[in-house]
């Protein structure tokens, strides 16, 4: 297994100056990297719980948020274009309440900023809800020549809010991105399809959204997330970014609940020949009305 070496962030730090074009007058390419937090997808599904309002699911006791699989492949990808090429890196986060540390993690593994858009109204949001509050955000931050998204959310899994980030920005969007090339403002991604992948190529600034065939987000170098943890993450609130977040929900979230158990007690199929085992599991499904 192969781990590539994002720039630490207290390397990022040192060097203000990194960016020799920035002292020739040009500007450096921006990739904007949207990512959500969620309950970890790989705790045991036995272990969640449901508020009592019966409106969002509780993490495990112990299970700390991570970032969801597929941004994580966004980021890596943007790291990616950054190890070869100068490249600024910004990561936005949205939530009503956010874990700095799971998102200090993005400065450790080599983004320059992470932007946390925080509100007590950013609460049980619907795609649409989401990909405006973010969009509003992009436009704060300013020019970029890249957004990056996964291409779903591992709670979800609903796959909308790149695209519609996409729409509300009227930009181009390439999904399920297998690798992604940026030269010279053209943006030119590997598609993944059903029978292969397809080579598309895009002028900046465009959206793209991650497929896991990008490959995992890089481990971070120890002295590089003791060092993410002093850094001080902005907060923008919906004042901030001048929306009213109640005006954008245009979904009711009506309930959530656990999947009820289906499994029934097993049935031990008896025979001393496998032709007398194959009679008797034949008579134990038909009795049962499976066939």
């Known amino acids: 297994m192969s781990i590539r070496r994002?720039?630490?962030?207290?390397?990022?730090?040192?060097?203000?100056?990194?960016?020799?074009?920035?002292?020739?007058?040009?500007?450096?390419?921006?990739?904007?990297?949207?990512?959500?937090?969620?309950?970890?997808?790989?705790?045991?599904?036995?272990?969640?719980?449901i508020d009592p309002a019966g409106k969002r699911a509780l993490a495990p006791a112990g299970s700390p948020p991570v970032i969801s699989p597929y941004d994580a492949n966004a980021l890596e990808a943007a790291l990616r274009l950054k190890d070869e090429q100068q490249f600024e890196i910004i990561v936005i986060s949205m939530g009503?309440?956010?874990?700095?540390p799971v998102l200090q993690k993005a400065l450790a593994c080599g983004a320059d900023q992470v932007i946390l858009l925080q509100d007590e109204s950013f609460d049980l949001f619907d795609s649409y809800a989401t990909a405006s509050v973010l969009a509003a955000a992009i436009k704060k931050i300013g020019a970029y020549d890249l957004i990056l998204c996964g291409r779903q959310a591992s709670d979800t899994n609903a796959g909308q809010v790149g695209i519609g980030i996409a729409a509300?920005?009227?930009l181009p969007c390439i999904t399920v991105a297998r690798s992604v090339a940026f030269h010279s403002g053209t943006i030119q991604v590997e598609r993944r399809m059903s029978d292969g992948y397809e080579t598309i190529e895009a002028s900046?600034?465009?959206?793209?959204?991650?497929?896991s065939e990008i490959g995992n987000l890089r481990i971070a170098p120890v002295k590089a997330v003791m060092a993410s943890r002093k850094a001080v993450l902005p907060v923008?609130?919906?004042?901030?970014?001048?929306?009213?977040?109640?005006?954008l929900?245009?979904?009711e979230f009506v309930a959530l609940s656990k999947a009820e158990s289906r499994a029934g007690k097993g049935v031990m199929v008896q025979g001393t020949t496998p032709a007398e085992a194959g009679e008797s599991l034949a008579t134990v499904l038909m009795d049962s009305g499976m066939i």
Do not use: H, Y
């Open 6 to 49: 994002g720039k630490t962030f207290d390397e990022v730090k040192r060097n203000e100056n990194l960016n020799s074009k920035e002292d020739e007058g040009i500007e450096m390419p921006k990739a904007i990297v949207c990512v959500k937090q969620v309950i970890d997808p790989e705790a045991p599904t036995s272990t969640f719980q």
């Open 249 to 251: 929900i245009r979904t």
């Open 204 to 211: 900046a600034p465009a959206v793209i959204t991650a497929d």
């Open 96 to 100: 009503r309440k956010l874990s700095k």
């Open 236 to 247: 923008w609130t919906a004042g901030d970014l001048g929306i009213s977040a109640g005006e």
């Open 168 to 170: 509300l920005l009227d």
